[in-house]
C-alpha cells in the first residue's frame, strides 16, 4: 500500500505543485503524492516549463484547496512555505504536519533567465530535500 502525502502551500501554484510532480515521478512506486492551497489559484506556467526540463509534466495539474481533500486521510502533510504553515490546521485528516521551507520562486525578479534559474534552484531543492525525506520513511 503507497503512503500518502499533500503538500501544502498558500496559493497551491509553484512549490506544492512541483512538490507533487517530483515525489510522484521519482517515488511514485511507494508514494502517492496530492498538493493543495490555503486558497486555489492557479498552476504557475514557469513551474510547468522547469519540470519539464527534467522529464516530469504537471501541465495537467490544476490548482487546489485544501477542502478538496476533506475526509481524506494522509501518512504525511507538509507545508512548503510559512505562510501555509502559520495557517494550516494543526491535524489533516488525522496527521499531524511536517513543515520543510523552500523559497517562494514566484518572487523572483529580472530578466527571463533570471526568474529560471531561481524557479530551477527551487526545483533542485525540493527534489533533493524531498526525495531524501521520503528515502527511509
Given at each position: 500500500?503507497?503512503?500518502?502525502?499533500?503538500?501544502?502551500?498558500?496559493?497551491?501554484?509553484?512549490r506544492s505543485q512541483m512538490a507533487e510532480g517530483i515525489i510522484n515521478h521519482f517515488l511514485g512506486d511507494k508514494i502517492?503524492?496530492?498538493?493543495?492551497?490555503?486558497?486555489?489559484?492557479?498552476?504557475?506556467?514557469?513551474?510547468?516549463?522547469?519540470?519539464?526540463?527534467?522529464?516530469?509534466?504537471?501541465?495537467?495539474?490544476?490548482?487546489?484547496?485544501?477542502?478538496?481533500?476533506?475526509?481524506?486521510?494522509?501518512?504525511?502533510?507538509?507545508?512548503?512555505?510559512?505562510?501555509?504553515?502559520?495557517?494550516?490546521?494543526?491535524?489533516?485528516?488525522?496527521?499531524?504536519?511536517?513543515?520543510?521551507?523552500?523559497?517562494?520562486?514566484?518572487?523572483?525578479?529580472?530578466?527571463?533567465?533570471?526568474?529560471?534559474?531561481?524557479?530551477?534552484?527551487?526545483?533542485?531543492?525540493?527534489?533533493?530535500?524531498?526525495?531524501?525525506y521520503f528515502q527511509n520513511k
Amino acid at each position: 500500500m503507497k503512503k500518502r502525502v499533500l503538500f501544502v502551500c498558500t496559493a497551491n501554484s509553484c512549490r506544492s505543485q512541483m512538490a507533487e510532480g517530483i515525489i510522484n515521478h521519482f517515488l511514485g512506486d511507494k508514494i502517492a503524492a496530492f498538493s493543495a492551497g490555503t486558497e486555489a489559484t492557479y498552476v504557475n506556467p514557469t513551474a510547468i516549463e522547469v519540470l519539464q526540463e527534467i522529464g516530469i509534466d504537471i501541465s495537467k495539474h490544476q490548482s487546489k484547496n485544501l477542502t478538496a481533500f476533506d475526509g481524506q486521510r494522509f501518512d504525511y502533510v507538509i507545508t512548503l512555505c510559512g505562510s501555509a504553515n502559520e495557517t494550516c490546521p494543526l491535524y489533516i485528516g488525522g496527521t499531524r504536519k511536517t513543515h520543510i521551507g523552500f523559497d517562494d520562486p514566484a518572487k523572483a525578479h529580472g530578466t527571463k533567465e533570471e526568474v529560471l534559474c531561481e524557479f530551477r534552484r527551487v526545483r533542485d531543492e525540493i527534489k533533493d530535500k524531498l526525495t531524501a525525506y521520503f528515502q527511509n520513511k
